[in-house]
Nanobody, 123 residues
Framework: QVQLVESGGGLVQAGGSLKLSCAAS????????MSWFRQAPGKEREFVAA????????VYADSVKGRFTISRDNAKTTVYLQMNSLRPEDTALYYC????????????????WGQGTQVTVSS
């Protein structure tokens, strides 16, 4: 397993941008597909985006496609989520997760989770 620590969340106005980071510990980072999930108040956690081991393939939820971009830097063992054109409905606690399968939106396929970083979008 890897240990994951998210950062970069905050308060932003609708239409604004934020870039989330997820730093992973361990030498096996390249063995993991990485994803971002989010959980809004009163709702279940949902898949946002995933990136393959080398970073050449990505998958997005329909709700964020065209606005969010997932990327990774294996040398820095870090995965990113660039979020543009933010909407109030993007307000949530954002988690990164590491898993062996790609692509998958199933939470049970992920071995490691971070503690989350809060993103709040005001209207």
């Amino acid at each position: 397993q890897v240990q994951l620590v998210e950062s970069g969340g905050g308060l932003v106005q609708a239409g604004g941008s934020l870039k989330l980071s997820c730093a992973a510990s361990g030498r096996t980072f390249m063995n993991y597909a990485m994803s971002w999930f989010r959980q809004a108040p009163g709702k279940e956690r949902e898949f946002v985006a995933a990136i393959s081991y080398g970073g050449s393939n990505t998958v997005y939820a329909d709700s964020v496609k065209g606005r969010f971009t997932i990327s990774r830097d294996n040398a820095k063992t870090t995965v990113y989520l660039q979020m543009n054109s933010l909407r109030p409905e993007d307000t949530a606690l954002y988690y990164c997760a590491a898993g062996r399968m790609f692509p998958t939106r199933e939470e049970k396929q992920y071995d490691s989770w971070g503690q989350g970083t809060q993103v709040t979008v005001s209207s």
